[in-house]
């Protein structure tokens, strides 16, 4: 990502089933998000996501107890 000071680095475990949701909020530019698998063990999978600080990133199971 090019403008390193403005964005985010966030590491989470997945397991099968468990999802996120990103929201990028509505803008003229391009907005690029990173992802990479980082690791895996066993059944889970470590997700390395870079984004802009604007972008909102919540596990599944968060949002559906606010819902």
């Keep these: 990502m090019e403008d390193q000071k403005n964005t985010g680095y966030l590491v989470l475990s997945r397991r099968q089933n468990e999802g996120l949701t990103i ?6 530019e ?18 390395a ?3 802009p600080s604007g972008v909102t ?3 599944d199971e968060i949002k559906e107890q606010v819902a």
Excluded: E, F, N
């Design 23 to 28: 929201t990028i909020p509505a803008s003229s």
């Design 30 to 47: 391009d907005t690029v998000i990173h992802t990479k698998v980082s690791s895996i063990r066993g059944k889970q999978a470590r997700l």
């Design 57 to 59: 990133v919540v596990r």
């Design 49 to 51: 996501i870079q984004a």
